[in-house]
């Protein structure tokens, strides 16, 4: 599975260094994507457990495909947090990508390619 583009819409509210913004939601795709496409936790009900951050592959910027980037200003709303709310969403948006190009719902991590395949 290779990616070709991401996007990436963020409500910013008031802004004070576009630069700082646009670089906190770069690193959370990369660590989105990283953990929706090479990272497998187990979980039980109430906790996860086994997680190996060692072990634990991270995309390079070279793997990243180009992304298109739509900030929404909002000068009047109070400053809040910034680009980290982009990692939850990031697995979400691939899975539902993988969804959209073969119509079968892989419901786990990690979405590499052989658990594409297997849904296929």
Sequence with gaps: ????????????????????LV??????LVRGLS???????????????????NDARILTFAELPPVRMHLIPRPDRPWGSLGDAGTVATAAA?????????????GHAPLDPNSVKAII
Excluded at 7 to 15: E, G
């Design 1 to 20: 599975m290779t990616l070709t583009r991401a996007c990436s819409a963020f409500d910013c509210s008031r802004l004070r260094n576009i630069k700082e």
């Design 23 to 28: 670089n906190q939601i770069e690193r959370a």
């Design 35 to 53: 953990r929706a496409g090479h990272q497998q936790a187990s979980l039980d009900r109430e906790n996860v457990t086994r997680f190996n951050w």
């Design 94 to 106: 691939l899975a539902n990508a993988v969804l959209d190009a073969t119509g079968k719902h892989c």
